[in-house]
């Protein structure tokens, strides 16, 4: 199993910055991809970064591209997710996800992002 525990969020102003980080323990060598998602109140849960286990190439949901950062510290297990000039559309409760190469997702309990306008 694969254990995530988020950190980082909390409430900013929009045009703001934040960076949320996710420290993975357990079988992290299983995870294949490990990123974030994010789950605004009424919407469903959605694709915001993610980062190859092997490999540097990051993906980026579209509404995030050239504002929002993932990278990977592999000696400490830790995936941060830096996000720039935040929008209010941003403000969502964001889950750390690691998914294995059989498509098995782990999910962090996740950490708010509140960004007022």
């Known amino acids: 199993q694969v254990q995530l525990r988020e950190s980082g969020g909390g409430l900013v102003q929009a045009g703001g910055s934040l960076r949320l980080s996710c420290a993975a323990s357990g079988r992290t060598d299983s995870a294949n991809f490990i990123g974030w998602f994010r789950q605004a109140p009424g919407k469903e849960r959605e694709f915001v970064a993610a980062?190859?286990?092997?490999?540097?190439?990051?993906y980026y949901a579209d509404s995030v591209k050239g504002r929002f950062a993932v990278s990977r510290d592999k000696a400490n297990n830790t995936v941060y997710l830096q996000m720039n000039s935040l929008k209010p559309e941003d403000t969502a409760v964001y889950y750390c996800n690691a998914r294995t190469r059989l498509d098995f997702d782990y999910w962090g309990q996740g950490t708010q992002v509140t960004v007022s306008s």
């Open positions: 980062i190859p286990s092997t490999g540097t190439n990051a």
